[in-house]
């Protein structure tokens, strides 16, 4: 007997039918005698609609009042999601976020949870009724809805199972696991086994969309076992016990032959990366400062970062890449800082990609970037800036390339499954 969260994303609830089988899954689970809670999405496109209606209602709508309609989505579900399992005999009930209750920060729309009261839910576990929380959602310290930001979902699941102390965090999404590359992209992609921590929450913030990254930050703290697998699976197919999918564990936890097989884990690809120049800065101390700290200042998260080498006359020019969905406010916010920054010409190109090998075998093998550089440049791919960690790196290429890039450094990489065509 187990004690674990199931979580089901937006497809998975995607109306009656498959709530249905969603409740199906999870009566499946409760009924090899597991203590079952279920964190449920918002049908898929629902919320993208709720937020669709407060930009409708006004283009500066409230952030608290955004919380209150975007929230609604996963209420339906979770309240559906409790009836369809009644009808099928079980003993479940609803647990909103203000009923527990889940604690968040007071930033409306994007809010961090700081404590879940796990007591009550617990003991509804142990009597033997399924609990069924709606993601995304907690309530403020002035006892306000707040929501978790797009995707919270999983966040909420983490840390609903942390809160219960459970044993394991079934993610039930529409991919049946965490591949070695996009599967639509790279037919030879495989599916992994196991996952560490650390490669996951690069993979997830460097464009891998299976989790929210915050989910998987949480997990490590946390040290909550999550399991990635799909809810689209026959009537009457075995249980997730029997049907693995990607196990998300800590590196002690991993075999080291897993580990020390495998030099990359995983590669993923980002399109929404724009790159920014500036021609002609200053080269003398200061300089740098000037361009980053206006663009910390509207928030706006930079990514990778170079310095040419300097031209002659005490100038160098500076480029880096921010998110495109940034773009128009980074133009704004350098041309505004032109005069105390002193550039000669601000150029921007949203035509690029994100390319990162991750794996935590980089940490014990060399050679790994050069494998990547030659790769790419015997197909003739150009690279224009590169960043590294410890367990990744990062390359930006021409957008066109990326489906190439992808399929080369897959074989380069020795990840092509054996059997795929
Ligand atoms: N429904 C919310 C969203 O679409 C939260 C989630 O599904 O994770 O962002
Ligand atoms: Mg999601």
């Not at 699941?157 to 394991?168: E, N």
């Not at 196991?194 to 703290?221: I, N, P, Y």
């Not at 015997?378 to 890039?405: C, F, H, M, P, W």
Request: aromatic share 4%; proline share 2%; hydrophobic share 40%.
């Amino acid at each position: 007997m187990a004690r674990i969260v199931m979580k089901f994303g937006g497809t998975s609830m995607a109306g009656i039918e498959r709530i249905r089988r969603v409740a199906q899954i999870v009566k499946q689970q409760a009924d090899g005698g597991n203590e079952v809670a279920v964190v449920v999405s918002a049908m898929a496109g629902d919320t993208d609609r709720l937020v669709n209606f407060c930009r409708e209602a006004s283009s500066l709508y409230d952030a608290a009042e955004y919380d209150v309609v975007v929230a609604s989505g996963e209420q339906v579900t979770s309240g559906l999601l409790a009836i369809a399992l009644q009808s099928l005999g079980a003993r479940a009930r609803s647990w909103l976020g203000w009923q527990m209750p889940i604690r968040t920060i007071e930033a409306h729309s994007k809010a961090r949870i700081e404590t879940i009261d796990g007591e009550a839910l617990t003991a509804a576990m142990q009597s033997g009724e399924i609990a069924i929380i709606p993601g995304f959602q907690g309530i403020s310290k002035a006892g306000r809805i707040t929501t978790l930001g797009r995707g919270g979902s999983d966040t909420s699941a983490v840390g609903i199972a942390a809160a219960v102390k459970a044993d394991r965090c079934d993610i039930y999404t529409d991919v049946d696991g965490v591949y070695t590359t996009d599967p639509r992209i790279v037919t030879k992609a495989r599916k992994l086994k196991t996952v560490t921590f650390e490669e996951m929450l690069e993979l997830a913030s460097v464009g891998a969309k299976v989790l929210q990254t915050r989910s998987v930050g949480l997990a490590m703290k946390e040290g909550v076992r999550i399991q990635v697998l799909s809810s689209f699976t026959e009537e009457g197919a075995p249980c997730a016990d029997e049907l693995p999918g990607t196990m998300i564990i800590s590196e002690d936890e991993m075999e080291t032959d897993d580990m020390e097989s495998q030099l990359i884990t995983g590669i993923a690809h980002d399109k929404n990366e724009s790159k920014i120049t500036l021609t002609r800065v200053p080269d003398k101390p200061g300089a740098v400062a000037n361009i980053f700290e206006p663009l910390a200042e509207a928030a706006i998260n930079v990514d990778m970062i170079i310095q040419n080498v300097g031209r002659e006359k005490g100038e160098t020019d500076v480029t880096f890449t921010a998110p495109t969905s940034d773009l128009d406010r980074t133009m704004q916010v350098l041309a505004d800082a032109q005069p105390d920054i002193g550039y000669n010409r601000l150029i921007s190109d949203s035509n690029v990609a994100k390319i990162s090998v991750v794996g935590v075998g980089m940490k014990s093998h060399a050679g790994i970037a050069s494998t990547m550089f030659k790769a790419l440049a015997e197909r003739g791919v150009n690279i224009q800036a590169i960043t590294t960690s410890e367990i990744k790196v990062s390359v930006l290429i021409e957008e066109d390339y990326t489906e190439l890039a992808l399929r080369v450094l897959h074989t380069a990489y020795g990840l092509d499954a054996e059997d795929a065509a």
